[in-house]
């Protein structure tokens, strides 16, 4: 079964940092999505991303987080510069161009700000 | 998009039938209810959605009621590896384009 796949696993940096996750979306996918989950809250929506521009953005996803599908098949989440509340387990998904289709989701990268 | 209410934790024993409720009153027509389930921090799982009519695969059945105002996830025989957060949430859908409001879902645990 096809799978979304995000790297690295687990990233500890340090705080002031800049820090870019990876995820590669199913290939026919035309839908992509970031959520992140801090520990022992809700899964939360960054953005969506669609036709290479941002479709739609929540009120988290300030200057500091940017998104990016720099070929065909990445999907990158980068935080400028870190903060201690960015530590969170953060969630790529994807899906197809047509209405009733559940996401698929990657297994996260947890995010370790120091 | 509506609210959903659920429980906030439920047991069942493996091997059983485990029946999730949620509420979602103000639903509207063209609204439709979606489950996902999160075992144990992974990324979150599609399971199943529907609109009116009741709907089953191969994992679960979903019934929603006639007035749509609520719903029930039905595991028919729950093993071990279904231990995790069942999340119901109500989308209209736009074409791939739709935001996924997670609430904080029914913790299922199966006991053995």
């Known amino acids: 079964e096809p799978e979304v796949t995000q790297t690295p696993s687990h990233q500890v940096t340090q705080m002031g940092q800049e820090v870019i996750l990876r995820c590669v979306p199913i290939s026919n996918h035309l839908y992509f999505y970031w959520y992140r989950q801090i520990l022992g809250q809700k899964v939360e929506f960054l953005v969506s991303?669609?036709?290479?521009?941002?479709?739609?953005k929540s009120e988290i996803f300030d200057d500091q987080f940017s998104v990016e599908r720099p070929d065909g098949s990445n999907f990158t989440l980068k935080i400028r510069s870190t903060k201690l509340e960015d530590s969170a387990m953060y969630f790529c998904?994807?899906?197809?161009?047509?209405?009733?289709?559940?996401?698929?989701f990657g297994s996260g990268t947890r995010l370790t700000v120091v | 998009d509506a609210k959903t209410t659920q429980p906030p934790s439920m047991d069942c024993a493996e091997g059983r039938a485990a029946n999730l409720p949620c509420n979602h009153s103000?639903?509207?027509?063209?609204?439709?209810v979606y489950w996902y389930r999160q075992i144990h921090s992974q990324g979150p799982q599609y399971i199943i959605h529907?609109?009116?009519n009741n709907e089953t695969n191969e994992m679960v059945s979903l019934i929603i009621t006639e007035d749509r105002k609520s719903s029930t996830l039905i595991l028919p025989h729950a093993t071990l590896r279904d231990t995790a957060v069942y999340y119901c949430?109500?989308?209209?859908?736009?074409?791939?384009?739709?935001?996924?409001?997670f609430g904080t879902g029914t913790r299922l645990t199966i006991i053995p």
């Open positions: 991303f669609y036709n290479n521009e941002i479709s739609e």
């Open positions: 949430i109500v989308i209209t859908p736009n074409f791939g384009n739709e935001k996924l409001t």
């Open positions: 998904a994807s899906s197809p161009d047509r209405e009733n289709y559940g996401y698929t």
């Open positions: 103000t639903i509207s027509g063209n609204e439709y």
């Open positions: 529907g609109l009116k």
